[in-house]
């Protein structure tokens, strides 16, 4: 008979990991037809590596969806594919371009394309049928997220309302829905960037290049260094030069800034997070600033 130490006790990384596993595989056996929301940014690598886990030996048995802008950083598409292939999951891919081809959402001229992936990503969950979104969302990422549960109720329209959300005693989670609603599943809501980072280290998880320093050319707008892209041309005033950069995070490459850094390891990256004082978003997402609510609001609307 084996003998266990009154005092075993799993470490936190464990814990995070057991409890994301978990939800992964209550989703599974609850929802009629699953989908992971899947960027190609380090959050939702690690979910995918969780849902590997999660399911091992047999394949995971929803498809990954990923909404693209046309404006996604070269290299995370790469890793996305790698991970494609290796894992034999079925991509489904909302592009933008599509979209408004098909009169799903409008191109103003104005507005973002970070803005219109809310239009793009609620008519694909409409036409695929999807009852549930795993979501990539960290609490201690934006003040937003920090307020919305594990199961994230989505009304007929897509919205979420923050005043109207379902308790989660003792986890656990109410998932009944009526036609036309979905759940939005954020499995590593309770992980820090912290957690994540020492996660890849430990699992030896694939990421993007760009998560690590590297030479590039980039220019100042508004407190962020940009990257130097066709894609995103300088205004007036606006200069670029060579810098030592790492992405925190990866998003439209228009509206997402690096920092300057030398950490070109896991070990030295998990270091320079350790001693940072404002979230990855908060510092380098454009898109969060145009408002101090911008995050809420496209919530509220059926954003990620």
């Known amino acids: 008979m084996t003998n266990t130490h009154v005092d075993y006790q799993l470490s936190q990384l464990d814990q995070l990991e057991a409890e994301s596993i978990h939800i992964f595989r209550e989703v599974a056996a609850e929802f009629e037809k699953p989908v992971l929301m899947f960027s190609g940014g380090k959050d939702s690598i690690v979910m995918l590596r969780l849902a590997e886990k999660a399911f091992y030996p047999a394949k995971i048995p929803f ?3 990923q909404v693209d802008t046309g404006l996604d950083f070269p290299e995370v598409m790469e890793t996305r594919d790698n991970w494609v292939n290796r894992l034999g999951v079925r991509l489904v891919v909302a592009s933008i371009d599509d ?16 803005r219109m992936q809310t239009g793009t990503l609620l008519n694909a969950i409409e036409e695929n049928g999807f009852t549930a979104a795993f979501g990539g969302g960290r609490r201690d990422e934006e003040k937003a997220r920090a307020k919305e549960r594990v199961y994230s109720h989505r009304d007929e329209f897509g919205q979420w309302d923050p005043k109207m959300q379902r308790p989660e005693l003792w986890s656990l989670y109410n998932g009944r829905l009526h036609a036309g609603e979905h759940m939005r599943i954020f499995p590593i809501s ?7 980072w020492d996660y890849i280290g430990r699992e030896g998880i694939e990421i993007p290049d760009i998560y690590f320093s590297h030479q590039r050319r980039v220019f100042e707008r508004d407190g962020m260094l940009m990257t130097e892209t066709p894609l995103n041309p300088l205004r007036a005033g606006e200069v670029a030069e060579e810098r030592t950069v790492r992405f925190r995070t990866c998003g439209d490459i228009t509206l997402t800034g690096c920092v300057e850094s030398t950490a070109s390891t896991i070990d030295e990256i998990i270091e320079e997070v350790a001693a940072a004082r404002v979230t990855e978003r908060g510092a380098t997402r454009g898109d969060d600033r145009f408002s101090e609510a911008a995050m809420e609001d496209r919530k509220k609307e059926g954003y990620f």
Not at 99 to 114: C, L, P, Q
Not at 190 to 196: A, K
Request: charged share 25%; proline share 4%.
């Open 190 to 196: 309770n992980w820090t960037e912290l957690d994540i």
């Open 63 to 65: 498809p990954i969806l």
């Open 99 to 114: 979209a408004i081809a098909n009169g799903v959402v409008v191109d103003d001229g104005k507005t973002s394309r970070n």
